[in-house]
Antibody, heavy 120, light 110 residues
Framework: QLQVQESGPGLVKPSETLSLTCTVSGDAVNSGDYYWGWIRQSPGKGLEWIAYMSYSGRTYYSPSLNSRVTISVETSKKQFSLKLWSVTAADTAVYYC????????????WGQGTLVTISS | QSALTQPASVSGSPGQSITISCTGTSSDVGGHNYVSWFQQHPGKAPKLLIYDVSSRPSGVSIRFSGSKSGNTASLTISGLQAEDEADYHC??????????FGGGTKLTVL
């Protein structure tokens, strides 16, 4: 059964770079028409789609975050990563990694989420 | 791109049916059949309930159903149960491989 799990620092200073990794188990990251992505949820708020990419390297980013975000995949390690630059308190959120099936609105499974707090 | 519009809260008694709406525009909800619904219990990750407007993943109860009319998608939960009390989020394809969420709806089972 496919599972995804986020990892990374829980505290990042303002203006620095947030870096998270998602580890995939139970399937390869280069199988089928799938995309690997990130979604976040600010405390007490709704969900926000950040970005996703295919294993072949096609990347798609939220217009509101496009200038500050990069995602990448390491097929051999079965991992994909998120980097968000120049963070502010507004980037404090629970970050989820998730698999998306192409040509549909299927987003599953989700990781358990990791809280990242932006504070000095 | 603006977030999709959901009611902040809805409520119902056990056994009743409730419907949660998700309103967008012709560029997102109304323009595609790529709408999903997620259930989220406190402190947990969202769970996929409905995808492609009205399809249910294996294992999701038939009490959950989705539909769409124009720019508004809807999630209906029939035979409300106590464990249905949770937050519900809609999501729609917007354009150029980007996606929008609604603000979320808190369901209270009375």
């Amino acid at each position: 059964q496919l599972q995804v799990q986020e990892s990374g620092p829980g505290l990042v200073k303002p203006s620095e770079t947030l870096s998270l990794t998602c580890t995939v188990s139970g399937d390869a990251v280069n199988s089928g028409d799938y995309y690997w992505g990130w979604i976040r949820q600010s405390p007490g708020k709704g969900l926000e789609w950040i970005a996703y990419m295919s294993y072949s390297g096609r990347t798609y980013y939220s217009p509101s975050l496009n200038s500050r975000v990069t995602i990448s995949v390491e097929t051999s390690k079965k991992q994909f990563s998120l980097k968000l630059w120049s963070v502010t308190a507004a980037d404090t959120a629970v970050y989820y990694c998730v698999r998306h099936r192409g040509s549909s609105s299927w987003f599953d499974p989700w990781g358990q989420g990791t809280l990242v707090t932006i504070s000095s | 791109q603006s977030a999709l519009t959901q009611p902040a809260s809805v409520s119902g008694s056990p056994g009743q049916s409730i419907t949660i709406s998700c309103t967008g525009t012709s560029s997102d909800v109304g323009g595609h059949n790529y709408v999903s619904w997620f259930q989220q219990h406190p402190g947990k990750a969202p769970k996929l309930l409905i995808y492609d407007v009205s399809s249910r993943p294996s294992g999701v109860s038939i009490r959950f159903s989705g539909s769409k009319s124009g720019n508004t998608a809807s999630l209906t939960i029939s035979g409300l149960q106590a464990e249905d009390e949770a937050d519900y989020h809609c999501m729609s394809y917007a354009s150029s491989f980007t996606w929008l969420f609604g603000g979320g709806t808190k369901l209270t089972v009375l």
